[in-house]
């Protein structure tokens, strides 16, 4: 691995644009090399190649993932600690039971749960998660997001969990818990989400929390109201000013967070956290740009939702579609990963109904059908 990346990477300079394309490139050299020292008939080789800047504060929560994944699975991970270049897991059976994850920094809880749910789907018991860290953190859900849309949108798969919010939690410190409930299933169903309707409700919430001033919320409110409503002037637009009680949140934080729900059932939502020195106006205009962009696609998922519906595609039983706005590079990966893993068939065409555009795009899969050996 090593001297393949040395020789390709020599003398590069970082682009931004082009590394998704030279990530994979990488990742299928490294696989192909390993392969032809190997003299086994059936070992499957995943590599994984991520360029770009090193982010000190996320190397936690990936470390915390792959550790409740060996968990779950009874299994072995060599290379487990922050820093490491190389990353080898051996997985067993999937086990249900009790189990706790903790970043021991604000780490999203979100990606935890991420990163588990499909494996404690097909465990041989129910399984009961406690995870810790992050609740609404940056470049991740916030947990509102898992709430308000990534459950009810896996819940059309038949995929159904419990998710109690005991504490959020915010960087830098941390100290959220989630508690997350599922129960095995024999196996996934394949959805199809092609007519996204119309807009009927927009709403959402603006919160602080700690020692910040109400008045935070209340600027976030209307700055996306008034920011929505130069697009949209004939819906109700509800987004509450809230703070969080004290003994619900640890630390300093605040934020917004932006749902727009369709005719047809369609969950759609947008979100911007605070920082020192950015006005809360702006960050309540962040959100409203993110909503209105989400839904000028008339796609059924949002950008978000996009790479997070992948996995459950794959292991789906039958065809899967969905339709989407432009590809993320974070979905591009996903399909990538998800046939290198599962072996499952995915396309990518452009929608050409009378309700698209040129982003408008349908992801259709052709599932697995994987099953529960244990149900």
């Not at 060996?70 to 060599?78: I, K, N, P, T, W």
């Not at 995870?131 to 991740?140: I, Q, R, V, W, Y």
């Not at 003994?247 to 005719?263: H, P, R, V, Y």
Request: proline share 3%; net charge neutral; with cysteine.
């Amino acid at each position: 691995m090593k001297a393949v990346a040395e020789e390709r990477l020599r003398n590069a300079e970082y682009d931004g644009n082009a590394c998704s394309a030279l990530a994979r490139e990488l990742a299928d050299c490294v696989k192909h090399t390993v392969k032809e020292l190997l003299f086994f008939e059936r070992y499957k080789i995943i590599c994984f190649v991520v360029l770009g800047p090193v982010k000190q504060s996320d190397l936690p929560q990936h470390l915390s993932g792959l550790e409740l994944v060996r968990d779950l699975c009874a299994g072995q991970l060599q290379g487990g600690e922050v820093g490491s270049t190389e990353i080898t897991l051996t997985t067993g059976k999937v086990k249900g039971g009790d189990y706790t994850a903790d970043t021991k920094t604000a780490g999203s809880v979100v990606l935890l749960m991420q990163v588990s749910l499909p494996c404690v789907l097909f465990a041989d018991s129910p399984s009961v998660l406690c995870l810790k860290g992050g609740t609404n953190a940056e470049m991740a859900p916030q947990i509102d997001y898992t709430l308000t849309v990534f459950k009810p949108m896996v819940e059309r798969f038949g995929v159904h969990f419990d998710c109690d919010l005991k504490m959020r939690g915010y960087y830098p410190k941390g100290g959220g818990e989630i508690i997350v409930k599922t129960n095995p299933v024999k196996e996934l169903t394949p959805v199809t989400l092609t007519e996204r309707g119309t807009i009927t409700k927009i709403y959402g919430r603006a919160f602080v929390a700690g020692v910040l001033p109400h008045k935070l919320a209340k600027d976030m409110s209307a700055a996306a109201v008034r920011y929505i409503r130069k697009e949209i002037k004939d819906l109700y637009i509800n987004i509450q000013a809230v703070r969080e009680k004290k003994d619900e949140s640890f630390g300093n934080g605040n934020g917004i967070i932006l749902i727009a729900e369709s005719s047809t059932g369609c969950v759609f939502a947008a979100s911007a956290l605070g920082k020192k020195g950015v006005y809360a106006d702006k960050v309540g205009c962040e959100a409203a740009e993110m909503l209105l962009r989400n839904t000028r696609h008339n796609g059924c998922v949002d950008e978000y939702m996009q790479d997070q519906m992948i996995i459950f595609m794959a292991l789906a039983n039958g065809t899967s579609r969905i339709r989407t706005g432009p590809l993320t590079l974070h979905t591009q990966t996903a399909i990538h990963v998800a046939e290198q893993l599962t072996k499952a068939k995915f396309t990518v065409t452009k929608a050409e109904d009378q309700d698209s555009n040129d982003d408008t795009h349908i992801i259709e899969c052709q599932g697995i059908g994987m099953t529960n050996a244990s149900l």
